[in-house]
């Protein structure tokens, strides 16, 4: 079954104890993004991800890292949570730059920084 | 700065009933629009994928049309049914983007039995 699952679904974690979010798809898609959604600003954009080892900034990319070192997997990485990054966080992948494609996401993470 | 909105926030209707979701967008240089559909627990669906060419695509009891100059996009429901009930999410893909979707905060659906 395609899908993109995202490793875990709920977290929470103290302030500063770095984390990290797995995100993995087996479709063999090039891009991949991750995206957080707030109550009252909906889903804003991360980082992206256009294939391996490329990677740019999205709208809110303060206090996150992501890498790309094989196509399947686009981990998010939090080295020092904070409480304003209390979210939930969706993975996204397309088959390329989803100018044409539906863009397929995973179930969600909802991550507390207390 | 491209900005999604969709009205009404929320929505409840009586089974049955068709309806029908609004999206609007601020700028009309966009490649294409997607409807999505958001349960809780579950993520985000892809429901409709309109090209910026086109004027609707359909899928089942769902019917999404796109009016680019205008900015505006409708989501037709038709006989809606208690499993609809779900949250609608806009998003349009900027032309000037690199694959960021902006989406608009969705509208809450509701169908009574």
């Known amino acids: 079954e395609a899908q993109v699952t995202q490793n875990p679904r709920y977290l929470i974690t103290v302030t500063g104890k770095k984390l990290t979010v797995t995100c993995s798809q087996n479709m063999n898609h090039e891009y991949m993004s991750w995206y957080r959604q707030d109550p009252g600003l909906g889903l804003r954009q991360i980082y992206y991800?256009?294939?391996?080892?490329?990677?740019d900034k999205g709208d809110v990319p303060e206090g996150y890292k992501v890498s790309r070192k094989e196509k399947r997997n686009f981990p998010l990485i939090l080295e020092s949570p904070s409480p304003n990054q209390t979210s939930l966080y969706f993975c996204?992948?397309?088959?390329?730059?989803?100018?044409?494609?539906?863009?397929?996401f995973g179930q969600g993470t909802r991550l507390t920084v207390v | 700065k491209q900005e999604v909105t969709q009205i009404p926030a929320a929505l409840s209707v009586p089974e049955g009933e068709n309806l029908v979701l609004n999206c609007s967008f601020t700028?009309?240089?966009?490649?294409?629009l997607q409807w999505f559909r958001q349960d809780p627990g579950k993520g985000l669906t892809s429901l409709l994928l309109?090209?910026?060419?086109?004027r609707e695509q359909t899928s089942g009891r769902l019917n999404a049309s796109l009016d680019k100059s205008s900015g505006r996009s409708t989501l037709y429901i038709a006989a809606s049914q208690p499993g609809d009930s779900a949250t609608y999410l806009c998003a349009v893909l900027d032309g000037g983007s690199q694959g960021n979707l902006i989406f608009g905060k969705g509208t809450k659906l509701s169908v009574k039995p």
């Open positions: 996204a992948s397309s088959l390329n730059r989803p100018i044409s494609q539906k863009a397929f």
């Open positions: 991800s256009m294939n391996v080892e490329v990677t």
């Open positions: 700028d009309s240089a966009i490649y294409n």
């Open positions: 309109i090209q910026s060419s086109q």
